[in-house]
């Protein structure tokens, strides 16, 4: 094995595990809960792994959070009485997906098995109402992030809106909670910003030469520049974002 990140290796294949716990639990349980069973061993590995890599003077950013994440989920199995492989939220497979960018080396019909693992959370997990904002976050972040990739723009731009960039930022404050969901959020809008400038420079390119019949420039330029001014805003309220979880992603 790779000797640069134990905690996060292990932190996936629990991450996996998971998935197929969940996919089993409810058509065979008892193959669910050797899944249950693994996926706690290497979650539980997770803590005594951590911190064995430093770059410049700090902890490797994803053994910060794998590391949190467990630590959240072992508060969430202790305060709700549950087993810790139940006390997990929002899967924790697509939000590693998420973090190394692999939406968008998935094929349309991946994709979709991405979406069905989310609405897990909201069809299975009978908490799921009474779900704080910074985990229903994670749910709405990956999402809009899948949309996103399939192209449904406005979609992915209601889901950060709505459920992320307007709500109350204090919420997503506080120990082991999320913090990292908000400012990527401001992040994923600053994406959504320049695929909407690219979709309007190629209808330029394909079209009209982006001048009207005197010359001037037409609107579409306009529009040009005013998605390229969003995309550099979001983007500067990204980079002053004060220090959260993964920043130096």
Not at 53 to 75: E, G, N, S, Y
Request: proline fraction near 4%.
């Amino acid at each position: 094995m790779n000797n640069w990140s134990h905690a996060m290796y292990f932190f996936t294949a629990g991450a996996a595990q998971i998935e197929l716990y969940r996919k089993l639990k409810e058509i065979d349980p008892n193959q669910a809960a050797v899944h249950a069973k693994r996926a706690e061993e290497y979650m539980m590995k997770v803590p005594g792994l951590s911190g064995k890599k430093w770059i410049m003077a700090r902890q490797l950013p994803f053994d910060v959070h794998v590391l949190r994440k467990v630590r959240k989920w072992q508060q969430r199995a202790h305060e709700l009485s549950l087993d810790f492989v139940d006390a997990i939220g929002v899967s924790p497979a697509e939000e590693m997906i998420y973090l190394w960018n692999g939406y968008k080396r998935m094929r349309p019909e991946h994709l979709q098995v991405s979406l069905d693992a989310l609405a897990w959370s909201e069809t299975h997990n009978p908490r799921w109402d009474h779900e704080p904002l910074e985990e229903k976050a994670i749910l709405s972040l990956l999402r809009a992030a899948i949309k996103r990739t399939q192209g449904q723009i406005q979609d992915a731009r209601t889901l950060l809106l709505d459920n992320i960039i307007r709500q109350d930022r204090l919420q997503f404050k506080g120990f082991l909670k999320d913090d990292w969901t908000c400012p990527s959020a401001h992040y994923e809008m600053a994406v959504i910003c320049w695929m909407e400038r690219a979709a309007l420079v190629r209808t330029v390119a394909d079209g009209a030469s982006g001048q009207d019949h005197k010359g001037a420039p037409n609107d579409k330029d306009a529009q040009i520049r005013e998605k390229t001014k969003e995309c550099g805003e979001w983007l500067d309220k990204v980079a002053a974002w004060e220090s959260f979880t993964l920043d130096a992603r």
